[in-house]
């Protein structure tokens, strides 16, 4: 059985940095790709950011971009979502993906949702301004 636990959440003041953990149990991040959703108050759920199974290549959305990096540590089989410069608006409920298709291809599809198959409860992040 697939499990996804997010953690690391909490409450920063703006321009703070945070890190976000993800673990996986049942599949490993070696062979699937990862990815970090978000969805803040009002709004709907939105890409941040994601990894291929490789984890030679990663994505990110425009509002973050130069902001957070997305990395993996496959002998824990976790990823990581640093956060740095922390806004306002960046404050929402942070969601894992893991996609359960084994050494999947088309890259083009990480940004989407519908792509990942095992989501994790979130994680609350509060940027305090």
């Known amino acids: 059985q697939v499990q996804v636990v997010e953690s690391g959440g909490r409450l920063v003041e703006a321009g703070n940095s945070l890190r976000l953990s993800c673990r996986a149990f049942?599949?490993?991040?070696?062979?699937?790709?990862g990815g970090w959703f978000r969805q803040g108050p009002g709004k709907e759920r939105e890409f941040v950011a994601a990894?291929?199974?490789?984890?030679?290549?990663?994505y990110y959305a425009d509002s973050v971009k130069g902001r957070f990096t997305l990395t993996r540590d496959t002998a824990k089989n976790m990823v990581y979502l640093q956060m740095k410069a922390l806004k306002p608006e960046d404050t929402a409920v942070y969601y894992c993906?893991?996609?359960?298709?084994?050494?999947?291809?088309?890259?083009?599809?990480?940004?989407?949702?519908?792509?990942?198959?095992?989501w994790g409860q979130g994680t609350q992040v509060t940027i305090a301004s």
């Open positions: 049942g599949l490993t991040f070696s062979t699937v790709a």
């Open positions: 990894i291929n199974w490789r984890g030679d290549t990663t």
């Open positions: 993906a893991v996609d359960a298709t084994l050494f999947a291809t088309d890259n083009r599809q990480l940004r989407f949702s519908t792509t990942y198959d095992y």
